[in-house]
């Protein structure tokens, strides 16, 4: 079990450890992280400069100007560590052949006086694991949750102290490390997103990060693009339209990939909505992995290999209720939401709610999801036992429910799903996964061609490998 230290230990550590040397540059909230290691002690055996680029001329200077305009951002964080990996290697590579160099940077906006700025941060680490290696970057983006400047400010420290000592001292622990960024920061910050890149580091699938983040309640969402890098909403999503297409894709069937295809049309050709600029997110929830029992990596990794090989990008969350999620999105002031789910989803949804809140607070259990900015798009299903669709119209409600739903669809806050395709309806995810399981034939034509050839190939969902080995 691993041992949890105070952040003055973790600092004193690295201080006492001869062959880490760096420098730390920070932007913002000021000099917090360097000053935990001055404040242990034998600094002088760690820190080779210190500085804060404070005012945006002067920093702009140094690591020359932001496009954007924007100073507390991903590509200011990676200039930082360019400019400054650059002069320690060059100024002392030479003089210290043993040592294994670093550059910790961030760039924050604590909380302001009148509570308009609520307090976010970049912080990353360019760090060496052998002397005269190839570095290696972890950065992360954190949310800061306190409601004053100073504790803010005190929350960096804390997490800058913890980033450090989890790259050199859990390096091959790849769960403890995103584990142990929370130490001593429950409920202070959020973690959203953390990328470990570099040669020390090839062996580590960086979606496996994601999902460790969420496990261990560093950040309710985060999410991964297509080639596998995780991302930051703030990258893409800002001022977006964004449709989310909640489901288990264990493994994605031809019933998915149309809910995703038709549900994405209609959303995109509502009439205020601009094509251009209209995302699409998948989302697999921690409840859907652990439905089985335990959290299963592979399975994880296998749905997620088949959604990004669609071209998807892919949500690991924590939000069993999907009102969560659109909060999670307000964030980065996502202008229209679209929700796509099932018809029988949507009846669990209702229920769930209406038999929650019979007390009288059924209105505003409603309301804390049916926003004006939200709009959930329902796929049908076969009625059970006949070949009647069930849709979004003929839902079997509860009587105390009907006249709320009823003005939800009259409002078009809830809608059908127009292009649909009938005639794969009797495609269930679940029998696919059995058919694939006990290597019988016909699951292929349930699947896009490409889904099939990649479980066949990557041997996914425990298609059966001994079927291939010993076939002659």
Known sequence: MRKLLET???????????AIYG????????????????QVGAAAGTI???????????SDQIYGPEPTGRYVCESRLYRMLDHEYSLMDDRLQQERPDTM???????????????????????????????????????????????????????????????????????????AMMESLMDNLRGRVKVDMVRLTGPDFDDIDNRLLSLYMVKHGLTDVAMFGPDGRNLHGS???????????????????????????SGYQQFRNEPDRSPKKSYLLTEITLDNLRSEGDLDEKDF????????????????????????IVEYLSDFKVQKVG????????????????????????????GDF???DVKIYTYPALQEGSEELMTAQNLPLPEGVKFLYRHLVENKQIVDIEGFNADILHIFSKEVLRQIRAGRAGWENMVPPKVARIIKEKFLFGYPVEQMEFEY
């Open 370 to 372: 049916f926003t004006k």
């Open 301 to 324: 990794l296998d749905r997620a290999e088949l959604l990004n090989s669609m071209g998807q990008t892919v949500l690991i969350t924590s939000c069993q209720e999907q009102h969560k």
């Open 23 to 38: 420098t730390f540059a920070e932007i913002g909230a000021g000099q917090e992280v360097a000053r935990y290691f001055f």
């Open 101 to 175: 160099f670093f550059v910790f940077a961030d760039t924050v906006s604590a909380i302001n006086y009148q509570r308009t700025i609520r307090g976010n941060g970049w912080l990353g680490i360019r760090f060496q694991m052998t002397p005269n290696g190839q570095p290696n970057d972890l950065v992360l983006h954190v949310r800061m949750l306190d409601n004053s400047n100073q504790l803010q400010q005190q929350a960096i420290g804390i997490l800058g102290v913890n980033l450090i000592y989890a790259c050199y001292r859990y390096k091959k622990e790849p769960e």
């Open 339 to 366: 929700l796509v789910m099932g018809v029988q989803t949507l009846l669990e949804l209702i229920d769930n709610k209406y038999y929650q809140n019979m007390d009288g607070r059924l209105l505003a259990a409603f």
């Open 8 to 18: 003055e230990q973790k600092a004193l550590e690295i201080n006492l450890d001869p």
């Open 235 to 261: 990258e893409f999503l800002y001022r977006k339209d964004v449709m989310i297409v909640r489901g288990s894709f264990r493994p994605p069937t031809l019933v998915n990939m149309d809910m995703l295809e």
């Open 48 to 58: 080779a400069k210190t500085m804060s680029a404070y005012d945006k001329v002067y």
